[in-house]
C-alpha cells in the first residue's frame, strides 16, 4: 500500500508539469456563420493540430522622437506591453509612466520583453519623458499623430471592445491602459497602468507566457 502513493509521487514529481492558461483575446469568426475559425499550427507529438485562428496586430508605422522612420516591426518574435501617452499628461498619465519603469526594472535581464510606447508627438511625450526612464534597447517609442493614435488605441488595440479590468469590472481607457502582446502578435491581457496591484498582475502573466514558451 506504501508502494504506490510513492510510485505516484515519484511520476508527478519527474514528468508532471503545472500548466498555466492565459486568455487569448477576439477569435476570429466567419463573417458569414459567426462561426470561430480554426487553423492548423505544429504540433510537438502529432505533426499539425487545428487550433482556434485569433486576432493577430498588424505592423504599425510611425517615426521615433528624432523623426526617424520606424516600425512596430522590430518586436517581431517578442512578448511587449503597449502604453499609450495622451496628448496632455496628467498625474495619472506620469503614473503610469512610473509603473512601465518598475516593469522594464523587473525585466531588465530578460531579452524577451520589450516595452512600446505610442503617442501622438513629441510635444505630448515631453511630460512622460520627465518619468519615463527609457533604455532605448528595451523600450521603443512610436510618434503617430493625434488623430492616429486615437484609432490606433481603439481599432488596432481594440479597447472599442471596452475591455475591462479589476474585480468591479471597471472600463478601461487606452490612456491609462497597458496591453501584453505574445510573440504571435496575439493580445493576452488588458491592464490599469496607474494600478499597482494591476501591474502585479501583468508582471505574474508575463511570467507565465515566458514559462509556456521556455517549456515548448
Known sequence: MLVVPAFVFLFLKLFGQNHFQLTTFYPLRDPATGAVRFEERPSKWWGTV????????????????????????SLAGSLYVAS????????NCRQVAAQLNRIQDIFE??????????????????????????????????????????????????????????????????????????????????????????VDRLNLEVRVLLDIYAKQ
Open 50 to 73: 487545428k487550433d482556434t485562428a485569433f486576432y493577430q496586430l498588424p505592423v504599425i508605422v510611425g517615426t521615433d522622437p528624432a523623426g526617424k522612420p520606424v516600425t512596430s516591426e
Open 84 to 91: 499609450f501617452a495622451p496628448t496632455e499628461c496628467d498625474s
Open 109 to 198: 535581464q530578460q531579452d524577451q520583453l520589450k516595452l512600446l510606447t505610442l503617442a501622438a508627438d513629441t510635444a505630448s511625450l515631453r511630460p512622460w519623458l520627465d518619468v519615463a526612464e527609457q533604455r532605448p534597447e528595451k523600450w521603443q517609442t512610436l510618434l503617430v499623430g493625434a488623430g492616429r493614435l486615437d484609432t490606433l488605441a481603439a481599432r488596432t488595440y481594440r479597447f472599442v471592445q471596452e475591455p475591462t479590468v479589476g474585480k468591479k469590472k471597471e472600463t478601461l481607457r487606452y490612456n491609462d491602459g497597458l496591453v501584453l502582446v505574445d510573440k504571435e502578435g496575439h493580445i493576452r491581457g488588458y491592464y490599469k497602468g496607474s494600478d499597482k496591484t494591476e
